[in-house]
């Protein structure tokens, strides 16, 4: 009877320490505290790189990590948690806005500028529009703090 107690306790043991080590792995992957957004699409950039409080968008805010990060296949967001996560300028690979014209969709859906913006400030008015009081920035230096 003791040696069975032993083995139950052993196993009991051997089960928190894997989902223990599960729990940091999966903590770990959760993403950087803080993003530095500057693309090497523009090595000699306009306004100040955007410093991206990934915590707090992902912890304080409750915003969905596919909010952010996608992968679309057949027009839907095939990314999940876990998966491989690439800088936004690998796919959005269009750099500039071509001066006043407006761009094919297919163009504007790679356009670095216009993937961040539409993403970052649609949803920045969007809270706005539900909280007056909200400091989330919809302004160039809101983001793009001046040097």
Request: charged content about 25%; hydrophobic content about 35%; overall charge negative.
């Amino acid at each position: 009877m003791k040696m069975t107690g032993r083995l139950i306790l052993s196993c009991m043991m051997a089960f928190l320490l894997v989902f223990a080590v599960s729990f940091v792995v999966v903590a770990q992957d959760e993403g950087p505290e803080t993003i530095v957004i500057k693309s090497p699409l523009w090595p000699e950039p306009t306004k100040a790189p955007v410093t991206f409080s990934h915590q707090k968008h992902a912890e304080d805010y409750k915003i969905a990590c596919d909010d952010c990060h996608h992968v679309y296949e057949g027009g839907k967001n095939v990314w999940e948690p876990g998966d491989p996560v690439q800088p936004c300028h690998e796919c959005h690979t269009n750099a500039v806005i071509q001066g006043e014209k407006k761009l094919p969709e297919a163009e504007q859906k790679l356009n670095l500028k216009l993937a961040y913006h539409d993403n970052c400030i649609g949803c920045h008015k969007k809270v706005k529009a539900e909280n007056k009081e909200t400091t989330a920035p919809v302004t160039c230096t809101g983001c793009h703090p001046k040097e």
